[in-house]
């Protein structure tokens, strides 16, 4: 079985640009999460998406934006780009939200 | 609110030594699962405790569960130098919602 894949694996955007990052989950999962990681943050989790909707949200400002389409796959865009978003973006699939998380490799974005 | 606290932050020990880490929340988690990232990785899903009291083992690590279901901890017997990585603990509370620890760094020192 595939495991998640994340597209593209690296970026580069310039502050005030916009970025959409994109994760296909292992198939037949239905739960889909987003995590930013920096150095010094660990892991911060953005969203949850099961069925299309989304489940939970941290704190993150309106910028962070995601969607998950019926065929389970999910999208995030971050608009107006600071150099603070800089990190490695993490997508995780799970069956559903009270399983394990299968996490793909990482969207790694730089803002120059 | 939810949150998990993990400690220590780093443990350095030469190889051979045991390492443990803690996961501690507030309010009672439905369960709690335990991840591994290996340096330049991403996070590998190491083990699910759903009952209060739980031990399980996977050859030198053991997981446990508090009798409360707030606290957990990951032991490693005897480390050697795969183990190295970061620890995650993150525990899934009644709302579905995961909360993550900060993770703690293992290191084993030449």
């Known amino acids: 079985k595939a495991g998640v894949t994340q597209t593209p694996r690296y970026l580069i955007k310039t502050r005030g640009q916009q970025v959409t990052l994109s994760c296909s989950p292992i198939?037949?999962?239905?739960?889909v999460s987003w995590y930013q990681q920096t150095p010094g943050q660990g892991l911060q989790f953005l969203f949850e998406?099961?069925?299309?909707?989304?489940?939970n949200k941290g704190n993150f400002p309106g910028r962070f934006s995601g969607r998950q389409f019926s065929n389970s796959r999910s999208e995030m865009n971050v608009s107006t780009l600071e150099l603070g978003d800089s990190a490695l973006y993490l997508c995780?699939?799970?069956?559903?939200?009270?399983?394990?998380?299968?996490f793909g490799p990482g969207t790694r974005l730089t803002v120059t | 609110g939810q949150q998990v606290m993990q400690i220590p932050q780093y443990q350095h020990v030469q190889e051979g030594e045991d390492f443990t880490t803690y996961c501690n929340s507030s309010?009672?988690?439905?369960?709690i699962q335990w991840y591994k990232q290996r340096p330049g990785g991403h996070p590998v899903f190491l083990i699910q405790?759903?009952?209060s009291g739980e031990v399980k083992k996977q050859k030198r690590l053991t997981f446990q569960f508090g009798e409360a279901k707030k606290n957990s901890s990951l032991h490693i017997t005897a480390t050697q130098t795969t183990d190295v990585g970061t620890y995650f603990c993150?525990?899934?509370?009644?709302?579905?919602?995961?909360?993550w620890g900060a993770g703690t760094k293992l290191i084993i020192k030449p």
């Open positions: 198939s037949g999962h239905r739960s």
């Open positions: 993150a525990g899934r509370y009644s709302n579905y919602q995961l909360i």
């Open positions: 995780a699939s799970s069956l559903t939200s009270v399983y394990e998380q299968y």
């Open positions: 998406y099961f069925s299309e909707t989304q489940r």
């Open positions: 309010t009672t988690l439905s369960n």
């Open positions: 405790l759903v009952k």
